[in-house]
């Protein structure tokens, strides 16, 4: 009789959990649409490409294009000192995708990760703190700390898909919708190797980025907030690295040239409500069954 309990007991389970989890290969959060089990051949299920641009700006309560600091030949060694980097971009492939459905060929699954929307994000509140008291240049990471301890970073869908990165007239745009996903910074880790001089006599001051983010909060939170990572006793979710640049000439340039950023993480699939429902339900039916079997031996 025991044996038929047990049976009875794990078929009541297995038809709580059959059907729904079943058919959940992609998971669809606010229009974003990917696999959890996608692979890149390495152990992450979550890579994504964009493009984007930055800047300096010398206030640090969100987007304030009416305050930017201006870069230029004289003053391009120490002029990011003291003030906040801000940036802003679009996600133009996620998981092998593209959000334009038949790019790449063959189709990807799914075809297009925010079929009618669009995926940006922004970062801002990053200081670039001078300490040389003789001045310094940004080249020579002695002359300055980073600070991230009001730094954030924000990931957005919208459906207005209104966002070019191309452009320096809609940055604003980058930072509307539905909040996708939210978090601060763990690691900011900068290199750069200074005003470096052109042929024309111009100059590009270039830099890259690799930094540890972790989620705190946006629609998709519960899916990303994986703690893949682990540096000096935190736990980040996500890797972000890029490169860009600003090309200087005699008057001031306030926005790098367009540049590219890449995530790489981890995602994992969240049973909805109604899954853990049928599992109370099926626990249910195999108690009663095994209620009315005691009762019937009684």
């Not at 002695?142 to 940055?171: E, K």
């Not at 690799?210 to 907030?225: C, E, I, N, P």
Request: with cysteine.
């Amino acid at each position: 009789m025991n044996t038929i309990q047990r049976v009875t007991l794990g078929a009541g389970i297995a038809l709580a959990l059959s059907g729904p989890i079943a058919h959940a290969a992609l998971i669809d959060v606010g229009g974003v649409i990917w696999d959890p089990d996608w692979q890149d051949g390495q152990d992450s299920d979550f890579q994504a490409d964009s493009s984007f641009r930055q800047w300096f700006q010398t206030t640090n309560n969100g987007i304030d294009t009416a305050n930017l600091v201006g870069f230029n030949l004289t003053n391009a060694d120490n002029a990011a000192f003291d003030h906040f980097l801000y940036g802003v971009g679009k996600i133009n492939n996620f998981n092998a995708a593209n959000d334009i459905t038949g790019q790449p060929f063959p189709e990807t699954t799914p075809a297009n990760f925010c079929p009618g929307c669009e995926l940006t994000y922004e970062f801002g509140g990053v200081q670039f703190v001078e300490n040389s008291p003789n001045g310094g240049d940004i080249g020579n990471a002695n002359t300055f700390t980073i600070d991230i301890s009001n730094a954030y970073w924000n990931v957005w869908v919208d459906n207005a898909r209104d966002f070019n990165a191309n452009s320096t007239t809609n940055v604003t745009n980058a930072a509307n919708g539905t909040l996708f996903l939210s978090g601060f910074f763990d690691v900011f880790d900068f290199a750069s190797p200074g005003a470096a001089a052109q042929l024309n006599g111009d100059a590009v001051l270039a830099g890259t980025v690799q930094t540890l983010l972790s989620v705190s909060g946006g629609l998709a939170a519960q899916y990303f907030d994986t703690n893949t990572f682990a540096v000096n006793g935190a736990t980040p979710d996500l890797f972000y690295t890029a490169s860009s640049q600003f090309n200087l000439n005699t008057t001031d340039v306030f926005f790098s040239a367009v540049a590219t950023g890449e995530f790489q993480g981890d995602t994992i699939a969240v049973p909805e409500p109604h899954i853990y429902a049928l599992l109370g339900l099926g626990l249910l039916a195999a108690g009663a069954v095994q209620m009315r079997r005691n009762q019937t031996r009684s």
